[in-house]
């Protein structure tokens, strides 16, 4: 027998109700989970980061461009890897063909927002730090404590250490610069030998 016949007339339409009513209390709720959910931001500098420091015992030979400026001891060159969605960044020789060093920078993010440029900041460290790379199989980790930007201050640095028992990259730094210059907040990734710390490091890029 159908079960529409064994119904009293005026109990189908509650009970249809009751029906609509249970569908669209779980899809109320469905959307609020779906709304809670923390958007995933995708990680565009550790793939790009992981081939500079491979390629850093080579002079950057396999990602270095075309000559961009040259002075008497130091020479601009593009670099064939781009971040993307951001400029791409620009290697520096110093020093003469003899006796010189390497570094690599990019430009992360120009604003005059101090909230937004702390914020990309921690974004950019995280990213970082979850960069794992090897040369010759040897893993590569990068290491370093947070430090907190404060706006009353023209400059914010991090530097990774290199956690590795890789010879050719134990005195490669890779520093997270966050500057205040020309009314605007500054983020910059660059990677160079500790011992060139005090160059411009490629200046402006």
């Known amino acids: 027998m159908c079960l529409l016949r064994l119904c009293k007339p005026n109990q189908i339409p509650i009970a249809m109700r009751n029906f609509t009513l249970c569908v669209m209390m779980l899809?109320?709720?469905?959307?609020?989970?779906?709304?809670?959910?923390?958007?995933?931001?995708?990680?565009?500098?550790?793939?790009v980061l992981e081939k500079v420091i491979t390629d850093f015992p080579?002079?950057?030979?396999?990602?270095?461009?075309?000559?961009?400026e040259e002075q008497p001891s130091i020479v601009n060159y593009s670099c064939m890897l781009t971040i993307k969605g951001m400029d791409s960044g620009m290697i520096t020789?110093?020093?003469y063909e003899k006796e010189h060093s390497f570094s690599w920078k990019n430009t992360l993010l120009v604003t005059d927002n101090f909230e937004e440029a702390k914020n990309k900041?921690?974004?950019?460290?995280?990213?970082i730090k979850k960069t794992v790379t090897s040369i010759e199989h040897l893993e590569i980790k990068l290491v370093a404590d947070y430090?907190?930007?404060?706006e009353f201050k023209?400059?914010?640095?991090?530097?990774?250490?290199?956690e590795t028992m890789q010879d050719l990259v134990k005195d490669v730094t890779v520093e997270?610069?966050?500057e205040y210059e020309m009314d605007q907040w500054k983020i910059t990734v660059s990677v160079?030998?500790?011992?060139?710390?005090?160059?411009?490091?490629?200046?402006?890029?």
């Open 58 to 68: 080579n002079d950057f030979a396999h990602i270095r461009g075309d000559l961009i």
């Open 176 to 178: 997270l610069n966050m």
């Open 121 to 127: 900041y921690k974004q950019f460290y995280n990213n």
């Open 93 to 95: 020789q110093y020093g």
């Open 154 to 162: 023209t400059f914010n640095i991090i530097r990774f250490k290199m």
């Open 192 to 205: 160079f030998h500790i011992e060139d710390a005090g160059n411009s490091l490629a200046g402006d890029n």
């Open 147 to 150: 430090i907190e930007p404060e």
């Open 27 to 47: 899809c109320c709720v469905s959307a609020n989970a779906q709304l809670k959910l923390p958007l995933k931001t995708t990680n565009e500098i550790s793939p």
